[in-house]
């Protein structure tokens, strides 16, 4: 989860013909409503104060934009669009808690998938689109560190550039990074960023790692607090705008009706009320095709497993205290795991199972436990037994309940949680307008678009936003924090109507939805193969 779940978007059979994907995409993970989490997510402890319901209040009758989702696609989107547009009435709705899904349980990385990539996608969309997307992605770390900046949350989100390590345990695996590394730094020149390589003994012993270690490839990365980013956003626009924008939790969407001759907007029927809009935002990522049952198939849901874990006594000099970020890459057919850690407290650190776990989705949104087995012994072995050293001990204060004390393990293993990502079947995330085919509703009429009033005259004086209708960004295949927050800001801004000509510098226009993308999505599907991992590249 974070973003270092799905690196290449070609898919390579792992199953028989059998359906044992179908039912690891399908019996186990349910495509309707977010559900109530079984595993409590480490980051969410202390819990922010707006992640519980604010209060009681009824849902408005009306707002100018509906918000469905609070993770960091809808931060994105809500911080851009009350910054950017006019007196806009926006309402946020969340099934659960503010950033109870994805976002607030995902690993922290933001560690965008370049080389690995690149000469797949050359290939897919040619030269000039596989560089605009890597650099799209590359754009997010950046983005990220300006946005904590100005919020003036940079220490409390402990966002910051870390060294980005893809570590291989596999020769040939190893050999094939370093051919595919050539040709994106060719291709891409100086845009390509800095990447070091390190082989056999040098690699073990710069980053202190297991003598099973064959090499290393290092760059630049980012890693961060994802659910203080979202939920310190969120409660500043709470605060900034308290006429404009308001949060209403454990109101899921249960569906949406098109406009009618009595009513000219779409009508969201909600566990909280009813409320009117013209313009509905569908920011629930793997969740999305359940208000739009024609991405179900384009848009599939996934179930990760994440943990936090209490480094040996020996790590630090590997991971440098949070300084560093690991993908751990074993043959091609095996996968890949990913680690951050943290700056502070414990040291924890942040252990994702990249692949294990998407053989083994447990029933009831519980993580599987092969996936659990798997992460809970596998970093000792990655970095040896030398490096990882003893056993830590607990060393929480147990004065300090807020931190959850009582609620976490107190061997190794701290807390262990799984969480639901989205695959795009196509690889590409899913950004724009919704076309009404596509949605399968008509969207409202134009007349029905927020306006402005002059205050002396009363007359209308300029429409809002763009023309009414639906907006999506989901589909991110486990690339989060390098898709979502830019995805997010530019469908905010082409709902305000505004000018694109810099927005299209910089996203791809192959995120767009249209019909004929969804009709090939959907021909793309096979139930029997698993859509994931940047471990493909590297495959014969």
């Not at 995409?25 to 519980?52: R, V, Y």
């Not at 659910?227 to 209403?248: G, N």
């Not at 009404?436 to 402005?452: C, L, Q, Y």
Request: charged content about 20%; aromatic content about 8%.
């Amino acid at each position: 989860m974070g973003n270092c779940v799905s690196r290449s978007k070609q898919p390579f059979p792992v199953f028989s013909s059998s359906s044992s994907a179908e039912k690891n995409m399908g019996n186990h993970i349910s495509d309707g409503l977010p559900i109530a989490e079984p595993t409590t997510s480490f980051w969410t402890i202390p819990a922010a104060p707006i992640s519980k319901p604010l209060s009681q209040k009824n849902l408005p009758s009306h707002a100018d934009v509906v918000i469905i989702g609070s993770g960091i696609s809808g931060a994105s989107f809500a911080r851009t669009l009350l910054e950017c547009g006019d007196c806009l009435h926006v309402v946020m709705l969340e099934a659960q808690d503010v950033c109870s899904g994805a976002t607030g349980r995902n690993g922290g990385h933001i560690f965008p998938a370049t080389y690995h990539d690149y000469e797949d996608l050359k290939t897919r969309v040619g030269e000039d689109m596989a560089k605009k997307m890597v650099r799209f992605r590359k754009a997010h770390l950046d983005e990220i560190l300006a946005i904590t900046a100005e919020e003036s949350i940079t220490e409390y989100t402990q966002c910051r550039a870390v060294e980005g390590v893809d570590v291989y345990f596999d020769k040939p695996t190893f050999k094939e990074a370093q051919r595919k590394l050539q040709v994106y730094q060719c291709d891409m020149g100086e845009y390509a960023g800095s990447y070091t390589c390190y082989e056999g003994l040098d690699a073990q012993e710069r980053f202190h790692l297991s003598p099973l270690a064959v090499g290393c490839i290092a760059t630049r990365a980012g890693a961060i607090h994802p659910y203080r980013l979202v939920t310190s956003i969120l409660s500043r626009l709470l605060t900034d705008y308290p006429k404009e924008f308001e949060i209403h939790t454990h109101a899921p969407c249960t569906s949406i009706d098109e406009p009618t001759s009595s009513c000219p907007f779409y009508r969201l029927t909600t566990a909280r009320g009813v409320i009117t809009t013209p313009h509905v935002v569908h920011l629930t990522n793997a969740y999305a095709p359940a208000l739009l049952p024609a991405l179900k198939k384009a848009i599939l849901p996934i179930r990760e497993t994440m943990t936090a874990q209490r480094p040996g006594r020996n790590l630090h000099a590997s991971t440098l205290h949070g300084g560093r970020s690991f993908v751990f890459f074993d043959s091609p057919r095996k996968g890949f795991d990913y680690l951050t850690q943290l700056p502070e407290g414990e040291h924890e650190l942040m252990f994702g199972a990249g692949f294990e776990s998407r053989m083994d989705g447990g029933a009831n949104a519980m993580y599987g436990v092969h996936s659990a087995a798997h992460v809970g012994g596998a970093m000792p072995i990655y970095f040896g037994a030398e490096s990882w050293g003893a056993e830590a001990l607990p060393t929480t204060p147990a004065d300090e309940p807020d931190v959850g004390v009582g609620l976490w393990a107190e061997g190794r293993v701290k807390a262990i949680w799984s969480g639901l990502l989205s695959e795009s079947t196509d690889g590409m995330p899913w950004v724009g307008n919704v076309p009404v085919n596509v949605a399968g509703r008509k969207a409202p009429p134009a007349s029905s678009a927020p306006s402005a009033l002059n205050s002396s005259t009363r007359k209308l004086k300029s429409v809002l936003t763009a023309a009414p209708g639906e907006w999506i960004a989901a589909g991110y295949s486990g690339e989060g924090m390098v898709h979502a927050w830019l995805s997010s800001k530019a469908v905010a801004l082409m709902l305000l109507g505004e000018d694109l000509t810099e927005v299209k510098t910089w996203l791809p226009e192959l995120f767009s939805v249209t019909e004929d993308r969804v009709k090939m999505a959907k021909r793309t599907f096979k139930p029997d193969v698993v859509l994931s991992g940047k471990k493909r590249v590297f495959s014969p």
